[in-house]
């Protein structure tokens, strides 16, 4: 049995799944991944990871709505989501957890901007996760 804790990453392109993995690399952590929405919260809902990373722009469904339903699960809704987006560097626009509160009715418990910085990811796994 693995007592790595579990993160699921999330997201429909795979060099982002790539670059999380290796910046969490290190055997501290058991990494599982889902390429569109419906298969993340399908993972979410059978492995019961200890964190999720969520892209917000994914087919099928996407992150806000990936979200809503894992905090509208009572067994995944204490599960920490960190939100990622690559929309700030493309359209200059910046959303906050607590934009995202408004919208959701519920707020992240972090927001990562694309591209991602490894030691900012890290440090918010690590505090989430309480490493």
């Known amino acids: 049995m693995n007592d790595c804790p579990k993160i699921l990453i999330a997201d429909d392109e795979q060099e982002c799944i790539d670059f999380v993995y290796a910046a969490l690399e290190g055997g501290l952590y058991e990494i599982i991944s889902a390429h569109d929405g419906e298969e993340a919260f399908n993972i979410a809902q059978q492995?019961?990871?200890?964190?999720?990373?969520?892209?917000?722009?994914?087919?099928?469904?996407?992150?806000?709505?990936?979200?809503?339903?894992?905090?509208?699960?009572?067994g995944l809704a204490d599960i920490p989501v960190i939100m990622l987006?690559?929309?700030?560097?493309?359209?200059?626009?910046?959303?906050?957890?607590?934009?995202?509160?408004?919208?959701?009715?519920?707020?992240?418990?972090?927001?990562?901007?694309?591209?991602?910085?490894?030691?900012?990811?890290?440090?918010?796994v690590n505090r989430l996760l309480k490493k």
């Open 47 to 74: 492995e019961k990871p200890n964190l999720i990373i969520l892209d917000v722009q994914m087919p099928k469904q996407d992150g806000f709505q990936v979200f809503s339903q894992l905090r509208n699960d009572d």
């Open 85 to 124: 987006t690559g929309i700030g560097e493309r359209t200059g626009i910046k959303t906050s957890s607590s934009d995202m509160a408004g919208y959701l009715g519920s707020e992240p418990e972090a927001y990562i901007d694309k591209p991602i910085e490894p030691a900012i990811l890290r440090q918010t």
